[in-house]
């Protein structure tokens, strides 16, 4: 079964930077693409950035130039580099992995992003 466990959550004053990383394991085999998402108190989860296998990405419009997502398929890991952080980032940021086989979807334990001065 695919595990995914990420790092890097913290605390940091606004306009500072973070970086979340996520690594893969298990049996799985071909990985379609993986990304993040977050969750704010009292609101639904949204998206806030993918990247594919092939290497394209996609952003929340609110991350747009300030966040960056990168990955190591040989590693089967993904990064997330957060700069300019603002209080309205504040959330716990879940990764989530998409395999090519069936579509299956795996979600990690979260990692608390809090982002006050």
């Known amino acids: 079964q695919v595990q995914l466990e990420e790092s890097g959550g913290g605390l940091v004053q606004p306009g500072g930077s973070l970086r979340l990383s996520c690594a893969a394991s298990?049996?799985?085999?071909?990985?379609?693409?993986m990304g993040w998402h977050r969750q704010a108190p009292g609101k639904e989860r949204e998206l806030v950035a993918v990247i594919t296998s092939g290497g394209s990405t996609n952003y929340a419009d609110s991350v747009k130039g300030r966040f960056t997502i990168s990955s190591d398929n040989a590693k089967n890991t993904v990064s997330l580099q957060m700069n300019s952080l603002k209080p309205e980032d504040t959330a716990v940021y879940y990764c989530?992995?998409?395999?090519?086989?069936?579509?299956?979807?795996?979600w990690g334990q979260g990692t608390q992003v809090t982002v006050s001065s």
């Open positions: 298990g049996s799985m085999r071909n990985i379609a693409a």
């Open positions: 989530k992995l998409i395999t090519v086989a069936y579509g299956l979807v795996f």
